[in-house]
T-cell receptor, first 114, second 116 residues
Framework: GENVEQHPSTLSVQEGDSAVIKCTYS??????FPWYKQELGKRPQLIID?????GEKKDQRIAVTLNKTAKHFSLHITETQPEDSAVYFC?????????????FGKGTKLSVKP | DSGVTQTPKHLITATGQRVTLRCSPR?????VYWYQQSLDQGLQFLIQ???????AKGNILERFSAQQFPDLHSELNLSSLELGDSALYFC???????????????FGPGTRLTVL
């Protein structure tokens, strides 16, 4: 089955710096890659996603890139702010049928220091 | 607010007991997914139901079972509880069906289960 590796497990940056989180997946059939942000004690919230027919997607300070050949995808956060501090999870999924469960990476705890 | 609701918010029980967690999906979503989040295991997929039928199974123990009712709400039943079952249990919902090309999943607020 699918396996998702995520690095680093913790990341500390200064406010205003960029942060990059990387994930690799094992199943070449995976075609949907969402990123979730989870604040302490709260639900995971979808922040951005990318489908396998797209190489890059941006939404304000957040961008995601996908390299299908290498089977890895990355989250880029620019101009980080203290409110970006949270745990970020990448995930992989196969959509198109009636399944679509997410396989998550172990998470990255991002700390943005003011 | 994602539109997905879960009850109860907290549950404290003893080893050997049985509990039921409830989830109502967003309006229009046919799929419900259950995930377990513990400190050392991250977010683990347990089981998916689509329009009342089981569609996918993950790392779900035999002591756990789930179902989805005609009104599309779902229940996760955990029995013979052990200390290690203490975790946050999330459900998520999505449209997921034949022919869709996207599958955004929206998570409920979770149920925190503590087994003493």
């Amino acid at each position: 089955g699918e396996n998702v590796e995520q690095h680093p497990s913790t990341l500390s940056v200064q406010e205003g710096d960029s942060a990059v989180i990387k994930c690799t997946y094992s199943d070449s059939a995976s075609n949907y890659f969402p990123w979730y942000k989870q604040e302490l004690g709260k639900r995971p919230q979808l922040i951005i996603d990318i489908r396998s027919n797209v190489g890059e997607k941006k939404d304000q300070r957040i961008a995601v890139t996908l390299n299908k050949t290498a089977k890895h995808f990355s989250l880029h956060i620019t101009e980080t702010q203290p409110e970006d501090s949270a745990v970020y999870f990448c995930a992989a999924s196969i959509v198109g049928g009636s399944q679509g469960n997410l396989i998550f990476g172990k998470g990255t705890k991002l700390s943005v220091k003011p | 607010d994602s539109g997905v609701t879960q009850t109860p918010k907290h549950l404290i029980t003893a080893t050997g007991q049985r509990v039921t967690l409830r989830c109502s999906p967003r309006s229009g979503d046919l799929s419900v997914y259950w995930y377990q989040q513990s400190l050392d295991q991250g977010l683990q997929f347990l089981i998916q139901y689509y329009n009342g039928e089981e569609r996918a199974k993950g790392n779900i123990l035999e002591r756990f079972s789930a179902q989805q009712f005609p009104d599309l709400h779902s229940e996760l039943n955990l029995s013979s509880l052990e200390l290690g079952d203490s975790a946050l249990y999330f459900c998520a919902s999505s449209v997921a069906g034949g022919g869709v090309t996207y599958n955004e999943q929206f998570f409920g607020p979770g149920t925190r289960l503590t087994v003493l």
